[in-house]
């Protein structure tokens, strides 16, 4: 995260890592051979971009560089098996030199790593009762684990930004469809998309695209971009202003799209983009309504769902949308559905053409009046090259053939590949799935929004099938809710949502309360405020 207040305008990514590790049974954590903590970084960095390749790196080079107060200097280094090595954390200290409670910290030499080098890491904790355990909890046995890629790996052409990253599953749901899709439908080495994910997508904690790169690095690297953010309806695409957060998305993708000295396409897809942008516009953001202008897209309303009646009035939950042939796309017989979800219903901007737009999908129509979901643009940027952009008012994972059919993957290529073609990347002559079923694991994504009053969302995953307990505890230790407890299938966001009351249906206090999934071989816990 940024470590400058929020009012100083520079962006100053946090450089170390600090992770919290308690005993169980209360005994402690226990010392290990020199004294210190046996709390362990375990970090393999490999490369992963293209020939010629470069080493694996691993030993002592991969410890960052501290000064202790006895005078010694660096991480220390306890194990090195040619691929992962294992460094040990040490007590994190305050800005004042005190040391922090339960809570460890380690940094990595970060000048050793190069472009196309994919950094994955978990943790250890071993307590006095020698009881261990890791983060995350599955990573003594098997991936995935925490990751970071320094781009432009120079695999690809294409960069999808994953402005939902985390959000409905390990990776995030959206990406969970997108990451069969890329090797499906594009053809060649182009395949292997390089992936930007926004960590902390709803939290604005200033860690979008805008907040890593300038436009110039994107001219350089990248003739594509798919943006997707999901369900977001705030601190999506950013303004650098108050009315997001520090990190400049929009001012980056029009730098890019108005300088690329090459043909460039943008595919925009989540259902509040249009809302979010044009509420920053309407604060005096001039990058965000110059991005809204580019891309030829003007709000209508934000919400198809609540336009055509809402709750009270048999609003459509999912529409079917259908093609337009204004848009150079899409054919007036093609059709999908966007899948609205209960209970809390997927909005849907509706938008209409301004400028060089087109108009690419409709809405099914309300009261003998025309309504969009898909907005297309083509033009001529300041180098003299074409520019191709287009619009979707939800995301990739809310595309069905079917309402009620989850994963869809042969429609999701099929679509795929006519907007990636159209954006004139080479795509492949069959685009059946190589592999549709997402990565599965179990996983508790935090809650939506947090604060909350008075109902909030928290979604999770399981790997397997199996009995789930989701409960909400207050500060005291003392149950509050039963949210879930019941047998639920693998491979699925599950969402559930607390109203704020407690299993006797009476509303409970304005403060701090925990949340904690159980289920076979995983148990995580997470925090959440209630504000009346």
Known sequence: NDIRPEANPVIDPGDSIVVQATSRVGKGIAADANGGPAVYLHVKATYIGPSPTKPALHGADLCGWVAWDDGSTGFRMVSDDGTWTVIQCDSARSATGSIGKDVYMVDLNDSIFTRGYEIEYYFTATDSLFHTTSLPSWALTEGPYYEFTCLPTYNSDVLYVDDCDGRGSWDGAANDYWDPIFPAVISGPD?????????GPSSGVCNGLGSRCQGEQLMENYNKIIWDSGELSAVTICSGTSASDKSNDAYVLDEWLRGSPHEC??????????????????????????????????LVADSYFDMTGGRSGNGVVSPLITGNPAGGVFDASYQFYAYGGCFIINPFDVIEVNGVGQYALNYPDWNDLPYYAGISSEWVNDRDDTVRTMWFTMSCEYIR???????????????????????????????????????????????????????TEISFSLKEKGLVTLKVYNVAGQLVRTLVNGVKDAGVSQKVYWDGKNDRGSAVASGIYFYKMDTKNFSQTKKMVLLR
């Open 191 to 199: 395949a292997n998309v390089d992936r930007y994910d926004t960590k």
């Open 265 to 298: 396409g943008l595919w925009i897809l989540g259902e509040g983009i249009a809302v979010d942008l044009t509420w920053q516009a309407s604060q005096g953001a001039t990058d965000a309504l110059t991005l809204l202008n580019d891309c030829g897209v003007q």
């Open 401 to 455: 053939d079917d309402t009620l059919i989850l994963n869809a993957p042969i429609d999701r290529n099929a679509l795929a590949a006519r907007v990636i073609d159209w954006m004139n990347n080479t795509i492949n002559e069959d685009v059946t799935p190589v592999d549709p079923t997402p990565k599965l694991a179990n996983t508790l994504a935090q809650n939506f929004p947090n604060p909350f009053n008075p109902t």
